[in-house]
């Protein structure tokens, strides 16, 4: 495994969040100081902010179902 396969693996970035979720940068600030994600790990001096996937998952797990009822996506 290669150290980008295993950082892909270990860490997420607020790039790839946004991605996923369909969510801009500014949503994943307001989120953050919202409490509805965890304290990142922020890499000095370039805005880079990095979770551990096991320790997010919960949350961004919250944070799809609160985007589909607000995108009206939830079957009942």
């Not at 946004?18 to 500014?26: D, K, N, P, Q, V």
């Not at 179902?65 to 995108?71: A, D, G, H, K, M």
Request: aromatic letters at 6%.
């Amino acid at each position: 495994m290669s150290a980008q396969e295993e950082f892909d693996k270990i860490y997420i970035t607020s790039s790839e969040i946004c991605h996923t979720l369909g969510i801009s940068r500014t949503t994943v600030v307001h989120g953050r100081r919202r409490g509805m994600l965890p304290d990142p790990i922020q890499v000095n001096g370039t805005g880079l902010l990095i979770w551990k996937r096991d320790t997010i998952k919960p949350y961004l797990d919250a944070w799809v179902i609160s985007l589909q009822s607000r995108r009206g996506e939830l079957v009942s």
